[in-house]
């Protein structure tokens, strides 16, 4: 059965169409800003998510401290509609992005993130070209094994060849744990802390991220802020994890059923280029609202496969049907705009402006 909403939106925007609730949006940005105040440290969102300065703006005025961006691109279309504390959470190579990183520099206050020599033998360039200091954190690995180093003794040499380089600042640590992985965390923290203050050293930032660790938050001491990302729409995967509800996932894909060839088949119009093909480890590729014992089994690039086995309800031909993604974030950069509603209705589009900025 198709929503009276959902047929306007088809009707005036056509499927497959990602579609934002700003009144959960809102609800979402409160939740987590209220969460980082009653545990004392800042909160400095992930603009990957939702890659729109008009949200990262609304983020900002709630209380956060700054933003978090992956790449130069975000930063660059963050820092033109003029927010001004940055922190790059990932390494930067090259004379490409040592020249983009000066300018960024010139204009807003940037920090940036480093795991090796490599990086850091770099980064003075920027500093130089922006004519002012470029603070650096150190990237630990507390558990993922994504990127970091491994142990405090090297982010204690890391920090140090930081502070040491012209140009550059030593501003403190990043990590990523797990989220059972704190108490390890806390002791990388703790040692890779003494080391750099027995050099003289301190650490003014000691950045914690991830939304699903929000029952963690402010759980490591000595911690300054809190990177959350996906909490601003939410998707499967942070339902799954326990740091979100059903009703807390702000954007949801309208798809058409465009095929029923069989009773217990159909084919949504919503397939791997818009959906993704990220199960986040979940069973199928989201959630049908109003068919929820359906299953999106696989895709093609515009077909999603309908598994109506298990279902008591079946779409027909026609039906308009609400899907939460897995993970979100992807889903999101595959998308040139969102829709904005407000209950039942429609007030407006809102571009992914910093889609597609890998680089």
């Given at each position: 059965m198709t929503t009276p909403l959902a047929a306007k939106i088809a009707r005036e925007y056509g499927t497959p169409c990602a579609v934002i609730d700003m009144d959960k949006v809102e609800r979402n940005i409160a939740r987590i800003q209220k969460a980082c105040d009653e545990a004392g440290i800042a909160n400095r969102p992930h603009i990957k998510t939702h890659k729109n300065p008009t949200i990262a703006k609304m983020q900002v005025a709630a209380g956060a401290k700054g933003i978090t961006c992956q790449k130069l691109g975000e930063a660059e279309i963050m820092a033109n509609a003029g927010i001004d504390d940055i922190l790059i959470s990932y390494n930067l190579l090259g004379?490409?992005?040592m020249a983009r990183l000066g300018a960024l520099q010139a204009k807003a206050n940037m920090t940036v993130a480093a795991d090796n020599s490599t990086v850091v033998a770099g980064l003075p360039k920027a500093a130089a070209a922006s004519g002012r200091p470029l603070s650096v954190v150190v990237e630990c690995d507390t558990g993922r094994k994504r990127a970091g180093v491994e142990t405090?003794?090297?982010?204690?040499?890391?920090?140090?060849?930081?502070?040491?380089?012209?140009?550059?600042e030593f501003a403190g640590f990043m990590l990523y744990p797990t989220e059972t992985g704190w108490a390890d965390a806390q002791k990388f923290y703790d040692e890779a802390l003494a080391g750099v203050r027995a050099h003289g050293l301190d650490a003014k930032i000691v950045s914690t991220g991830g939304t699903p660790n929000l029952k963690n938050i402010g759980k490591l001491k000595g911690g300054t802020e809190h990177r959350f990302g996906t909490y601003i729409y939410n998707d499967r995967?942070?339902?799954?994890a326990g740091s979100a509800t059903w009703d807390d996932c702000a954007l949801h894909i309208y798809s058409t059923v465009v095929s029923r060839a069989a009773p217990e088949r159909g084919i949504l119009d919503?397939?791997?280029?818009?959906?993704?093909?990220?199960?986040?480890?979940?069973?199928g590729?989201?959630?049908?609202l109003e068919h929820p014992e359906a299953k999106i089994a696989r895709f093609a690039e515009e077909h999603g496969f309908l598994d109506l086995s298990r279902s008591n309800t079946?779409?027909?031909?026609?039906d308009v049907v609400r899907i939460?993604?897995?993970h979100v974030c992807v889903v999101v950069n595959m998308m040139d705009e969102v829709v904005m509603v407000?209950?039942?209705?429609?007030?407006?589009?809102?571009?992914?402006?910093?889609?597609g900025k890998l680089r």
């Open positions: 004379e490409e992005k405090p003794a090297e982010a204690i040499a890391l920090a140090r060849e930081i502070a040491s380089s012209k140009g550059l995967m942070q339902v799954a919503a397939g791997s280029k818009t959906l993704t093909t990220d199960t986040g480890g979940l069973d590729h989201g959630l049908i079946r779409p027909n031909v026609g939460v993604p897995n407000r209950g039942e209705e429609i007030i407006g589009t809102l571009p992914v402006a910093a889609r």
